[in-house]
């Protein structure tokens, strides 16, 4: 299962992944729209799996 954990960031961070921990690190958006955004910018422009 796929744990959802607050991140205390502003309106203007994505959704951060932990594919690893199965972790989604999701800000605190000030609105469901903001939110919708975010997460499909997201989706949108991922990487795929990368080790930094």
Not at 10 to 27: A, I, K, Q, Y
Not at 29 to 42: M, R
Request: hydrophobic share 35%; with cysteine; glycine share 2%.
């Amino acid at each position: 299962p796929m744990t959802i954990q607050r991140s205390h960031t502003d309106d203007l961070h994505l959704p951060v992944s932990h594919t690893c921990f199965n972790v989604l690190d999701l800000p605190s958006y000030s609105s469901k729209e903001i939110l919708k955004a975010k997460l499909f910018q997201a989706i949108q422009h991922n990487q795929g799996f990368n080790l930094v």
